[in-house]
């Protein structure tokens, strides 16, 4: 079982704007309704960030969105499906209905040339229920301890994240976070970051103080706290992979980055580079960062 991967999947965009479906329950959107080129400035962004990828020794599989039906959140594949190295993928239950619309069975006629696919496991029957689930933005999993952490938000129901559990063999520990506002956070990957030897979790968040001592108790890893700001600068939003000659290193946006403190940089750089991308656009209009953009891709690479 590997926590980290080379191999991730990116969605370039076409058609990026502010979703106004997901605008209500995501108070991390904001929009600028007279800019005319947030198209423009995220594909520059989302190409920027890929080059660097690659550059850095990623396996970045990208595919390019497509023109209809309209999906102007597509850039962040993560929300929709999970892939696992018993080559199980599995699709989630999203709560925006143009959100359903990004589910894409030729990215996986694509990546069964190569991977191998022995099941599908489909949430998606939940959304006549109301009830939802939305991938590894809902699901923070550890897979080395087999434990899925998450945030019950609307967007995180909590029966169909023991619906996962249960299927996929994690134990489940889930909790309540809030913004300053007390809004229930739309997803647990905005409040955490689970790598190899650490945790970031903004403990401010959860006020619950049995969940919190959960949170503690469930790990032996390294427990970076962040505070309520730094989570809205998407501080929470990182992703820790590992590239070609398997040197660890932990993404994340400029905005995330810049928000930390000195001792905070110094306490992940012991357990990987760190790499930044300024993608204010993407973050701005879509309420994602980094870590959204990516779905890692843990299924087993076919025998020649």
Known sequence: ????????????????????????????????????????????????????????????????????????????PNNWFSTHDDGTVVLYPMQAE??????????????????????????TAYEKENKFLEGTGSLVLDRDLRLAYAAISSRTDAEVAQVFANKMGYELLLFN?????????????????????????????????????????????????????????????????????NEKLLLMSKTAYDSLTPEQITRLENYSRILYFDISTIEQHGGGSVRCMLAENFLPVKPN
């Open 98 to 123: 143009n959100r359903r619309y990004e589910r894409r069975p030729d990215i996986f006629d694509t990546l069964s040339e190569r991977y191998q696919l022995y099941e599908m496991v489909d949430l």
């Open 177 to 245: 976070a809030t913004d300053k506002h007390g809004v229930p956070v739309y997803h647990t990957n905005v409040v955490m970051c689970v790598g190899e030897e650490f945790l970031v979790v903004c403990m401010d968040s959860i006020q619950h103080p049995d969940q919190r001592k959960a949170i503690v108790q469930s790990t032996s890893k390294d427990i970076i706290a962040i505070t309520a700001a730094q989570m809205e600068s998407f501080a929470g939003n990182m992703l820790q992979v590992k590239n070609a000659t």
């Open 1 to 76: 079982m590997s926590q980290i991967t080379q191999n991730l999947i990116m969605i370039r965009p076409i058609s990026f704007a502010f979703n106004e479906q997901t605008a209500s329950t995501n108070t991390f959107q904001n929009t600028d309704r007279g800019r005319q080129d947030v198209q423009q400035r995220a594909l520059r962004e989302f190409n920027q960030m890929a080059s660097k990828l690659r550059d850095e020794g990623l396996n970045v599989f990208i595919t390019d969105d497509t023109d209809e039906p309209h999906t102007p959140d597509s850039i962040f």
